[in-house]
């Protein structure tokens, strides 16, 4: 099954982000390549595909798990958590109609 996974980042997170986000893009990377990621990215702070140092508010990754438990156990374990990059992250199924 397909689940969203949504964080969002505490405020001034930019540098925490840019320096965890070697490894985060790796763990997606693998995603990808097991062919269970349908899409992954940052969501600006301002309307523009570079913000610049406005930075992000959060990520989002829609990817395929064995489970909603699974899906919040990679969760947990994204290096933008362990680099305190989110404040929070949710978790949950996901149905893609199109």
């Known amino acids: 099954m397909l689940y969203m996974i949504q964080g ?3 405020p001034d997170s930019l540098d925490a982000r840019l320096a965890a986000r070697p490894e985060h893009l790796a763990r997606l990377q693998t995603l ?3 062919g269970r990621l349908v899409l992954a990215g940052p969501c ?3 309307d523009s595909d570079d ?4 930075g992000f508010t959060g990520s989002l990754i829609v990817a395929e798990f064995p489970s909603l438990e699974a899906a919040r156990a990679w969760a947990d374990a994204d290096p933008y958590v362990a680099a305190g990059v989110y404040a929070r992250v949710d978790v949950q199924p996901f149905k893609q109609v199109f």
Do not use: F, L, S, T
């Open 8 to 10: 969002q980042d505490v």
């Open 44 to 46: 600006p702070a301002i």
């Open 32 to 34: 990808r390549d097991d």
């Open 51 to 54: 913000p610049g140092p406005a």
